[in-house]
């Protein structure tokens, strides 16, 4: 993945890209939307070598609570991600 743009304001946190998605996947827009297309034993096969770490205070680490966020929607957004409540 290449960041070609990013913006930046005064109080808006920066985003930095300096984690793989394969170790990311359960934390970001792109990853979510992915494991959002997939089943329930396709999702932990891909979880199984990449244990969802606490990357925000907002990251969700618990599989199933995952999985049942991504069930809610298959549009998937960074918002809550990367706030700071």
């Not at 300096?18 to 939307?33: C, I, N, P, T």
């Amino acid at each position: 993945m290449h960041v070609s743009h990013e913006a930046a304001q005064p109080g808006i946190l920066t985003v930095y890209e300096h984690v793989d998605l394969r170790e990311s996947a359960h934390a970001s827009a792109l990853g979510k939307a992915n494991l959002a297309q997939l089943g329930r034993d396709a999702r932990l096969d891909h979880l199984s070598p990449y244990q969802p770490t606490k990357l925000t205070g907002q990251t969700i680490t618990d599989p199933d609570g995952l999985f049942r966020s991504l069930d809610l929607s298959p549009l998937q957004y960074d918002f809550k991600e990367y706030s700071e409540r």
